[in-house]
């Protein structure tokens, strides 16, 4: 995340809050930051643990919970998930430090029209912005910015929608969806692709705040 980049200097101190596989914490670790990310799914801890460099470390931590770490822990937060994150974020990060988040609220909106069944059809009662809103009115953070960002790519095969649906599931689970699936998938392909392949859109919340 570029916005990211502009905030880090050597000695950086980062949280990424849901680190997954880390690999935007190494990046940031590269850039010279002192990386901690957290994720509630002990195997991509242990996957980013295996790659990490020497200014990267990564726990088991849910953000549902209250987090391990002392006030004013952090220079930075960056979150990619949704946003339970801010509860605590004015409490770990120093004052006048950066929070930001990129949550994810529409994703490849387009593949539940096309393959009701394989993707749940959002329900008209959730509401990401309102949560937000919310949330991010009860956090303590200051000089709050909520942009939306659309994302617009082009799947270019069948399996890529295998790959999307099946993100952080076993191998088993990943087989059984694609012999269930694949035929109807391949179908939508040759309905619904073009050149460039089968356009997809995903809307994010952009969130930016500074810790008071
Ligand atoms: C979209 S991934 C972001 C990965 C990483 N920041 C990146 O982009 O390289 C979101 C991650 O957040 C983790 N996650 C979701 N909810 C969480 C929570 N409440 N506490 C900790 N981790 C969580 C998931 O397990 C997943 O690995």
Request: net charge negative.
């Amino acid at each position: 995340m570029s916005l990211l980049s502009e905030w880090i200097v050597s000695g950086t101190r980062v949280l990424d809050a849901g680190c997954g596989h880390g690999d935007e914490a190494e990046y940031w670790a590269s850039l010279g930051a002192d990386v901690i990310g957290v994720d509630f799914s002990q195997a991509y801890v242990d996957a980013a643990s295996h790659r990490a460099g020497r200014q990267a470390r990564y726990i088991w931590a849910s953000t549902k919970e209250s987090l391990p770490f002392a006030d004013d822990s952090f220079d930075v937060i960056y979150t990619k998930k949704g946003p339970s994150v801010y509860r605590e974020a004015n409490r770990l990060t120093r004052r006048g430090g950066r929070v930001a988040g990129l949550h994810p609220d529409r994703v490849m909106a387009e593949l539940p029209e096309l393959l009701p069944g394989l993707f749940p059809v959002a329900s008209e009662a959730h509401s990401l912005e309102h949560t937000l809103q919310t949330r991010l009115r009860q956090s303590g953070l200051d000089q709050i910015e909520m942009r939306p960002l659309r994302h617009i790519e082009y799947l270019q095969m069948p399996e890529d929608v295998i790959r999307y649906r099946c993100f952080g599931q076993s191998e088993n689970v990943r087989g059984t969806v694609h012999d269930a699936w694949i035929d109807e998938i391949t179908n939508v392909f040759q309905r619904c692709a073009d050149v460039r392949g089968l356009r997809v859109t995903s809307d994010f919340w952009l969130i930016t705040a500074v810790a008071d």
